[in-house]
């Protein structure tokens, strides 16, 4: 590929991974520019910097409160310099909703939006932060928010607009962090086919073991695109893109990671290895903003009942 | 004359030959009703690619010195989108439209085309294929049709199958040896046969699916003049991996854009199937509209898809399938009782679904194109 626009793209990439390697936390994102980043979306170049953060992210498995960021975004007409991250709401067992917060927190603002109320903002004082301990290298907790806490949001373009806007983000945003996550399990499972030796050669010459990782580069590369469209098409989307686009990389990323698990064989399955990172930071991923299997039925009944016409025009391909 | 605004603007030719397509010509309409005869279905479609060559619609896309209109593949892309969605079912018989013309309008030989593509875009003469020999299939630099210079013409023996729409043919891009067998991909060269000259034999195949869209096609001392050399002599490897670009890449576009139809025209009327089945499909037709949409927007740049585009025929033939998966679950007329021509037409896109994983280079040897190519593993 030597065309322009793909060469910025993988800049942008290569500088995203400097930044985020090794770096956690808030203040990582403030080095970067982030908070002022999230009110230039409606550029390209910006929102191409952006996602190319969460591709990033999953492949140098960074611990940042960035997708939360994003999420929250829409909400705030301005950026009054307050760093808030929204937390990520699912219906709970037994009732309820459970809220998460992805990366290490930062200490000011929280919003909370499960879809059946009003959004609200809470104070960090305010909520109960526990942590969940699973590999990935991606700080998590468990969110408790004490019952009539927080002031309700009314975002400036009114709350649907908002949510649709924050969904969006949210749900492409983490398609290209579970992109990068899957290219990290993949690139070990590559190092290990052309390394290990049984039979007196590379495993990476057998057939079978071949096919796996095209099988597996095959599946990412689904997940690039249609994220790459969403990045370009923006607003221009066709109708629920963003969970096609979702759906697929949840999909084909836990995929990715299972057939690149089955090449390095039983040292995958260790902690001596970082394939069990990559594979839970896409299983984590996989769960916020909208599941796969959740995802595509809802698009299935969408499809039965409504016969949407989703087809990307090939006008804005070469917008 | 070409309308400049068509030329640049996709969108406004979109719409406008949408805005034509909704008049409803005669021509059309014919072709969106179902007809599982074959035979039938190759002249409903050569109508009504006449129709659109008249209004002058399949004319952008391809350049004027050859009888086009001006324009990118992006124009062709936009059309048989609009095609789709106004009903019509497949490409039917024009495939390589999309797979032999843009190498043909490429490579050459220039004088040729240039009376070959407007007969073809206009449905009064169709291609075939012929690549495929007995003993040469995935190992297609082992074919052994020779092609002999006698005078300023080359003679042709040999015997190919698998030969897409021969029966149907006018003409046959044939692979030949001009080299020694040792030479293998380097010996070889692309030539025009006109698939009416004496000393073609064409046999048709009769598929599983009903239909006889392949042949086997013998060649016995067949002349064909030297100005119907594609590309350069002894340079039909690079003619092969040109239409295997747009057969494997390019054309996924095509192809996609009629699954929508079938997951939502087929899908949505049926009994109930499973919705995460259906919203599965959804997204692998997602991933092959992504991945060969940019294959369409690097080739209207002029860059090629080049061996990436055995990813794009990978996730077509997913997509095929988890469709036709779908379409199955609700559909059990299909396997039972294809009686009425809706129900016969499914089947016969259902079994086809089955074999997509074949043809354009089986997916074996696609796999190992990744595996050496994009990979490069050991």
Redesign the interface.
Known sequence: ???PRSRDHDEFLAAARAAVAGSTGADALDALGWWDLLGMLDDPDARAATFALFRAHGRELGDTPALGALAAAPYFATDDGTRTVMAFSRPATGGGFAHTLLGTPVTERILVDTGAAAPVLVEAAEVTLTPVAVPGRLTIHAVTVAEGAGIPVTPADGLEAARARSAFLARVAAAYEILGAAEGAFALA?DH??GRVQFG??I??F?AV??L???A??DT???E??T??ARDLDVAAPPR?DE??K??AG?NGRRACERSLQVLGAIGFTAELDHHHFHSRVLALDAVAGTS?E???????W???E????????????A | MPDPTLVADVGAYAAAVDGWCATRPPALAAAVRPIPDYATRVEVMSDLLGALFDAGWSRYGWPETLGGLGGSILHRGAMWQTLAAHGVASMAVFEHLEVLLPTLAALGPTDFVADALPAFLSGRERWAQGFSEPDAGSDLAALRTRAVLDGDAYRITGRKIWTSWAKYGTWCLVLARTGTTESRHRGLTAFVVDLRHPGVEVRAIEQANGTDELAEVTFDDVPVPATRIVGDLDGGWKVAMHILSHERGTYAWFRQCFMYRDLIGHVADGPAVSDRAVGDALCDIAAVAATSGEGLRLHASGATLGPRATITKLLLCEAERSIQDAVLAGNADLALAPLDDTTALLRQEYLFSRIVTVYGGSQQMQLETIAKQLLELP
């Open positions: 590929m030597s065309e590559i086919a052309n050669q590379p990476g010459t057939q071949r096919h990782l095209a099988w580069v095959t590369r689904a997940v695109s249609v790459d469209v893109f096609i686009v759906a697929l999909r299997a995802l595509a039925t809802a698009l299935g009944a499809v039965r009942a016969r949407p016409d989703p087809r990307i025009a090939p006008a804005v391909l070469s």
